[in-house]
């Protein structure tokens, strides 16, 4: 589609017969039409040819509006991120590269970390080795995947929010080297090849803190992830804003 920037744009306000043309989130709409554009002039106070986004809080109205009129091409901000040529083409030939590579690779991590106390716990109750074993594979598995969860993440942050200072991400980032550091403690005193679980001895119970350390944290983490992407204690008009 057709690329507008804040100079096209306002060259469509509506002025001297001018086709009105109005952005939001991103995406250029015509709103010719509309019998509240006149003049390119919105209930006197929106002009036409510039970026509406941050005045929509103030609508009386939601953003299924903007399906009544077409879409004539995507708007970059001033302050957008530029990207590379190379990775601006293949993001519009593949959009579901700009959101979903983290919250795909993030799931690996967080299941298999969740999963090392679980099958301690298996081996304890039942003394089968074999949920012993199980529980190394995990925690092999979930570290392994935690660097790419990680890299994906820093991905998502620099292309849609063009890595500006962030809390949830700084906790984010805080939480998740935490957890980094904490699985590869727990897999090094693993690999000393002992069971640290049968019989059960003080040195059990110390592992066993260190392994459900791991559940409030990846917990936390997701809850982070999800509430950028589902914001919580917000209305359905917030949301929108």
């Not at 091409?73 to 959101?99: C, F, K, N, Q, T």
């Not at 993030?106 to 716990?121: A, K, R």
Request: net charge positive.
């Amino acid at each position: 589609m057709e690329q507008w920037d804040e100079t096209s744009l306002a060259q469509f306000d509506g002025r001297n017969g001018k086709p009105i043309y109005i952005a939001f989130r991103g995406r250029v709409y015509d709103v010719t039409a509309s019998k509240l554009w006149q003049e390119g002039l919105h209930m006197k106070r929106h002009q036409a040819g510039r970026d509406l986004t941050d005045s929509f809080t103030a609508a009386p109205h939601g953003e299924d509006v903007f399906s009544r009129y077409p879409q004539v091409g995507l708007y970059r901000s001033p302050d957008e991120l530029v990207l590379p040529a190379w990775l601006a083409g293949l993001l519009d030939r593949y959009p579901i590269l700009r959101r979903h590579p983290h919250p795909i690779a993030v799931h690996f991590p967080l299941v298999f970390l969740l999963s090392v106390f679980v099958f301690d716990l298996l081996h304890i109750v039942t003394g089968r080795p074999s949920f012993y074993d199980t529980s190394l594979f995990c925690l092999y598995s979930g570290l392994l995947m935690l660097p790419p969860a990680m890299i994906t993440g820093f991905y998502t942050w620099w292309i849609n929010y063009q890595a500006q200072a962030m809390n949830t991400v700084a906790r984010k980032i805080q939480l998740a080297s935490l957890l980094l550091v904490l699985s590869t403690v727990i897999l090094f005193w693993r690999s000393l090849g002992t069971d640290l679980l049968c019989p059960f001895r003080l040195e059990s119970l110390f592992y066993l803190t260190l392994v459900l350390a791991l559940w409030p944290l990846v917990i936390t983490i997701g809850f982070l992830g999800g509430s950028l992407v589902f914001p919580y204690g917000k209305t359905k008009k917030d949301k929108i804003d």
